[in-house]
């Protein structure tokens, strides 16, 4: 009896096997693809042919995005080129000045002043257009010499001057 019960068992587990493999590989295309190395077509040159146009694709888009950012550098370089030329024609002696201090109130301003006059500063006032009394360290005709005596204020009277063009 112990025999039989083994066969069926076994039997049982065997067709149970069967109809679960059955089952997985029913829905399964693993029979549909074509074979890596067919006659009919060769698959790896159709996928290094459809890589090789991604490439090439990706590449003019580069190219164009690429020429695009370099006219429009170029362009902004133009700009500033034409804005610099146009502001040194128009540059006239003394329009760079170092200024110490700004101020609303005159009275301010003519205080701070002679405080700067006495540490050897021209301590000038400028009225500005908005209202302001710039108190000035010195003038000066171009930048450069005025970005000197920039470094010079800073260390000897104000960390906070800077310069103002007079236009």
């Known amino acids: 009896m112990k025999n039989i019960y083994n066969k069926r068992n076994k039997n049982k587990t065997g067709f149970t096997c069967l109809l679960f493999s059955l089952l997985i590989f029913a829905g399964c295309n693993v029979g549909d693809k074509q074979p890596l190395f067919s006659n009919d077509v060769d698959t ?6 459809r890589l090789d146009s991604i490439i090439k694709a990706d590449s003019i888009r580069y190219r164009l995005e690429l020429n695009r950012i370099k006219k429009e550098a170029d362009s902004r370089v133009d ?3 034409k804005l610099y030329k146009s502001h040194k024609k128009t540059a006239v002696a ?3 000045y170092v200024v110490l201090g700004s101020f609303h109130n005159p009275g301010y301003a003519e205080d701070y002043a002679n405080k700067m006059r006495k540490l050897g500063f021209d301590g000038n006032i400028i009225k500005t257009d908005n ?20 470094f010079a204020a800073r260390s000897s009277a104000s960390v906070d001057a800077w310069i103002y063009v007079q236009k």
């Open 79 to 81: 700009s500033i080129e």
């Open 44 to 49: 790896l040159l159709q996928h290094s042919a």
């Open 94 to 96: 003394g329009t760079y």
């Open 131 to 150: 209202g302001f009394n710039l108190v000035t360290a010195s003038s000066h005709n171009n930048f450069k010499s005025a970005k000197g005596a920039l």
